[in-house]
Nanobody
């Protein structure tokens, strides 16, 4: 069973950068879609970005386009979320998720495996 594990969260000032990592416990998920979601205090969990393991097609929420970059390292079975020009509204718990179907989806209900989340706090 794939079990994503996130790392890299922390506290950063507005305008700063952080890189989140997501490692899966099992290799070769070549048909999967890897996604990042976030949940701010008192709000629902929402889609941030996704990447197809094969082909590396990427998808982003409008709120992060131009600031966040999702990528993957197949040799390390790891997906990254590079976050630049962070804003206080980016403060949230960030979750890595895996969808066994490689088709694009921003619907959290269509993802099969979830990490425990990592806290990102952006101070103003």
């Amino acid at each position: 069973q794939v079990q994503p594990v996130e790392s890299g969260g922390g506290l950063v000032q507005a305008g700063g950068s952080l890189r989140l990592s997501c490692a899966a416990s099992v290799g070769t998920f070549s048909t999967y879609l890897m996604g990042w979601f976030r949940q701010a205090p008192g709000k629902e969990r929402v889609f941030v970005a996704a990447i197809k393991w094969i082909g590396a097609n990427t998808y982003y929420a409008d709120s992060v386009k131009g600031r966040f970059t999702i990528s993957r390292d197949k040799a390390k079975n790891t997906v990254y979320l590079q976050m630049n020009n962070l804003k206080p509204e980016d403060t949230a718990v960030y979750y890595c998720a895996v969808r066994r179907n490689s088709g694009y989806s921003d619907n959290q209900l269509e993802y099969d495996y979830w990490g425990q989340g990592t806290q990102v706090t952006v101070s103003s």
